[in-house]
């Protein structure tokens, strides 16, 4: 059941999504095309398809962020929410399926603007002017490993961030008046709550391990890169444990004290 609503939402919200990214991208190409056929820099088309495609490109973020909000709310929190909880349907698995699909469009959303940046610069790609050269010399498992690590933090972060909103609603949601108030309320509060244990059980042991290893400059590479990924695996447990702990008061409220009057 959880794959059906996780198909249905894709279906659903699909139709915004794929528009825009089909529109970025040809505004980019077309942007490309009229600056490389103009001979002056003087290129009015081209300067006003660069602004749509930068109006497109901040809009889809935008936009990435409103539907996900506004599913959630909309398909659990209003008056859907009769007809979605009446499926034989675990708590659970209305949560998880809003918050994969939104995964899904966030990864979506920064592909698209990855590609569109692309077209844009094709030209110095292919000539090899965006070309970096790596001055150190670092194992190429090594370098594996840093990029999987951040990849991971990357996705972990997206999914604290869509979790601790989802928690946010749903606390909100418990007022019974002024329940949008009520939700930026939570978040305030959640975010404060995230801040504080991020700096006692991140940044400060972190900062112990510098302070008791010396200065980072002078420690040497290997060092480096070991208190690097430390700081990565701390980093996206913390996270994970964070983006649980969320999920749980989501699935709670929704579960225990839901009231869709």
Request: with cysteine.
């Amino acid at each position: 059941m959880l794959g059906k609503l996780i198909k249905y939402a894709l279906m659903a919200t699909g139709r915004t999504f794929l528009p825009l990214y089909a529109a970025l991208l040809v505004f980019a190409a077309v942007t490309k095309l009229t600056y490389l056929l103009s001979d002056s820099g003087d290129n009015i088309p081209a300067v006003i398809s660069l602004i749509l495609y930068i109006i497109i490109l901040t809009g889809m973020f935008v936009m990435t962020f409103v539907v996900m909000i506004q599913r959630f709310y909309k398909n659990l929190l209003s008056d859907e929410g009769y007809l979605m909880f009446t499926l034989p349907v675990e708590t659970w698995k209305h949560i998880t399926s809003k918050l994969l699909v939104s995964v899904i469009w966030n990864i979506g959303s920064i592909a698209a603007a990855i590609l569109s940046i692309v077209i844009l610069s094709i030209d110095d790609i292919i000539s090899g002017e965006m070309k970096t050269e790596l001055s150190i010399d670092i194992a190429g498992s090594t370098t594996a490993l840093a990029l999987f690590e951040l990849i991971l933090a990357c996705i972990a972060g997206m999914v604290f961030g869509i979790l601790i909103i989802y928690a946010s609603i749903a606390w909100g949601h418990l007022s019974k008046r002024h329940r949008i108030m009520a939700s930026i309320g939570a978040f305030l509060a959640l975010a404060t709550f995230s801040q504080i244990m991020f700096f006692c059980f991140t940044v400060m042991p972190v900062a112990k391990a510098l302070q008791e290893r010396g200065d980072i400059l002078y420690i040497g590479l290997d060092r480096s890169l070991t208190i690097y990924h430390w700081f990565m695996w701390i980093l996206i447990a913390f996270l994970v444990i964070l983006s649980a702990l969320f999920f749980a008061i989501t699935n709670y409220v929704l579960n225990r004290e839901l009231n869709l009057e």
